[in-house]
């Protein structure tokens, strides 16, 4: 299986900053790779696919980058409807495994 | 607009046998491009992946949790469905249906809105 290990598990961040959240994989997974955005008691929402091709509707702050074993999301200025958690996902073999998430939580 | 609505019972005894089925409406689950497949999240914790099915009815299923699952499709229906046998405490979880594409892969494209499915006497 491959294994997806996503950091930090949780991070507090302000209306405005930056954010980053990366992914590493056990083996190299080209570039099959989603992010998705859950907020609690909801499905997720996928953001990115292919790890850098935008979601059509979802607002352009967010973007994704990487190819083969590390991938980031980057949130460029947070917005109030960003705070939620964030998963990666790899499709590139099943099992599809995710990452752990991330939590992001207002300073 | 493709929507997926899971069903079943929210409440199963420990060594019982947990049913869902999916319904599809928007699309059709007998198409090439599409796998469809179950993911389940405990309360508190992350997204696990289970099964997928495809609509000529191979299946692939979750290493860790084969011996105890089967996934079948009724095409007829626009239908799909999950079994999950012997179940514990530890599957208490909210289990989703999800399309996930196949031609251009590009993972999980469309969710469910997940059905809380607890196990207890």
């Known amino acids: 299986d491959i294994q997806m290990t996503q950091s930090p598990s949780s991070l507090s961040a302000s209306v405005g900053d930056r954010v980053t959240i990366t992914c590493r994989a056990s083996?190299?997974?080209?570039?099959?790779l989603a992010w998705y955005q859950q907020k609690p008691g909801k499905a997720p929402k996928r953001l990115i696919y292919a790890a850098s091709s935008l979601q059509s509707g979802v607002p352009s702050r967010f973007s994704g980058s990487g190819s083969g074993a590390e991938f980031s999301l980057t949130i460029s200025s947070l917005q109030p409807e960003d705070f939620a958690t964030y998963y990666c996902l790899q499709y590139s073999t099943t099992p599809l495994t995710f990452g752990g998430g991330t939590k992001v939580e207002i300073k | 607009q493709l929507q997926l609505q899971e069903s079943g019972p929210g409440l199963v005894k420990p060594s019982e046998t947990l049913s869902l089925t999916c319904t599809v409406s928007g699309g059709s689950t007998n198409s090439r491009n599409y796998y469809w497949g179950w993911i389940r999240q405990p309360p508190g914790k992350g997204l696990e992946w289970l099964a997928n099915?495809?609509?000529?009815?191979?299946?692939y299923y979750n290493p860790s949790l084969k011996s105890r699952l089967t996934v079948s499709m009724d095409t007829s229906k626009n239908q799909f469905s999950l079994k999950l046998s012997s179940v514990a405490a530890a599957d208490t979880a909210l289990y989703f249906c999800a399309r996930i594409t196949a031609s251009v892969a590009s993972g999980i494209d469309y969710w469910g809105q997940g059905a809380l499915v607890t196990v207890s006497s």
């Open positions: 083996q190299g997974i080209r570039n099959d």
């Open positions: 099915i495809y609509y000529s009815g191979a299946t």
